[in-house]
């Protein structure tokens, strides 16, 4: 559904709403690149993902802050407005548009997220002892038994006031780092190592936490411009898992893994034994090359 159908059809935005946001919608339609990001809007507008009183209010606030400044000034940067909003300091922003997202249900006792050796060292790293280590040593460490998931306990798994997104099963056989970087499209990673921290599905029920589906505003939590790089699925209904990108063979590239999110949460003390870890073999090459094009044009994405 294009966001100017579903402004029009929704009670308290109307077509003053969609006036307002046009002129900056239309922008997206330039490049390639950015129309990737004008679809994904009108695929949120046509799932039943996210709560809709969070999106309807994130459209409101994007009207206000387009009148505000005017669309010329974003021309040149047309995902800037979706920042300045969602992370607007005067307001409850930031705490009301994180994980927008309907709720899940799991359907996998372990869930699996991959981070590069780096972020899983300076993050989840404890005690101080193990922050010291080395990363060659580290990926050693681990891979050899002697760092286990109960390094974890009594630290955040996740970053602060950002969704942590996670995938099933589905690459726990994949040893090399590359294949699993260009499967999940994780951008920028160029070298080094990947961990797979498998965790099961109960930590975050025993914590009040479930699984959501991945949103737009999800995918631009930390820098809208990054939102390329999300797909949103193509299917109609929803609450649903998403699917990452697929960079393996570059040009219009393939549906990848699926994927969700859910709230950081405390590994609690005790129940770093749940958590297993694995180092996959070095990221040996650079992405491989995407037409923004042809990607537009999958009949798979």
């Known amino acids: 559904m294009p966001l100017r159908e579903y402004c029009q059809e929704r009670r308290g935005l109307g077509t003053a709403i969609w006036v307002d946001l046009q002129r900056w919608y239309e922008v997206f339609g330039d490049q390639p690149f950015w129309r990737w990001i004008r679809r994904n809007i009108d695929r949120e507008c046509d799932r039943r993902d996210v709560y809709r009183i969070k999106w ?57 997220r991959y981070i590069s050796l780096d972020d899983f060292h300076f ?41 942590v997104w996670c995938t099933d099963g589905s690459l726990s056989l994949e040893t090399a780092a590359t294949i699993v970087r260009n499967r999940l499209a994780l951008v920028p990673r160029t070298h080094g190592w990947v961990v797979e921290i498998k965790y099961p599905y109960g930590l975050l029920e025993r914590q009040g936490e479930c699984l959501r589906s991945p949103t737009f505003l999800d995918a631009a939590r930390d820098g809208a411009c990054k939102n390329w790089i999300f797909v949103k699925n193509r299917n109609p209904g929803g609450p649903g898992w998403g699917y990452t990108v697929d960079m393996t063979r570059g040009g219009s590239c393939d549906r990848g893994a699926p994927e969700a999110v859910h709230a950081p949460i405390k590994i609690e003390a005790g129940r770093g034994g749940e958590i297993a870890l694995r180092v996959l073999e070095l990221i040996e090459d650079s992405l491989p090359q995407v037409n923004y094009r042809e990607m537009g044009d999958s009949p798979r994405l």
């Open 123 to 163: 993050y989840v790293s404890n005690p101080m002892a193990f922050r010291r280590m080395r990363l060659p040593q580290l990926a050693s460490a681990i891979n050899g038994g002697a760092v286990t998931g109960a390094v974890m306990e009594n630290s955040i798994f996740g970053k602060p006031q950002s969704p």
């Open 56 to 112: 309807d209010r994130f459209l409101r606030e994007l009207a206000a802050e387009l009148v505000q400044k005017g669309v010329e000034e974003y021309r040149q940067q047309p995902c800037l407005p979706v920042d300045l909003v969602i992370r607007a300091d005067h307001s409850s922003n930031r705490h009301y548009f994180l994980l927008p997202g309907r709720k899940l249900r799991s359907g996998h006792p372990w869930l699996y």
